[in-house]
């Protein structure tokens, strides 16, 4: 009777375990397959503007903005006399060492995502 007892118990648990197994292999051979067809990405470098390019962006206060307006990067408004930065294109402000920050790492706007082309730049901004 207790054998009995203890093979009803063990033929299943033995049966999951033989299914456990074949589906790892099976995984395991799947993303074996996987990654050597498919070698990894090269990661994607954004080269940021040069210090020269920053400079020729335009300088602007807080007081020179029409509305009132929050720096997108650090999430503080900016106010009267606090040096901010005017990107040509979208015309979107931030704070000047906030703007310059993420510049230096990504050329583009970091609130629309807008291009900022080093060759369109020059020193006489209509902004």
Known sequence: ????????????????????????????????????????????????????????????????????TECAVCLDDIVDEQPARLLPGCNHAFHLQCADTWLSKHPMCPLCRAKLDPQSLNSESPC
């Open 1 to 68: 009777m207790l054998d009995t007892v203890l093979l009803a118990l063990f033929l299943p648990c033995l049966g999951m375990s033989a299914i456990f197994v074949v589906y790892m292999c099976l995984l395991y051979a799947t993303t074996r397959h996987r990654s050597d067809s498919n070698p990894p990405l090269k990661p994607v470098t954004e080269k940021g503007l040069s210090p020269l390019d920053l400079e020729k962006l335009p300088k602007i206060t807080g007081k020179e903005l029409l509305a009132p």
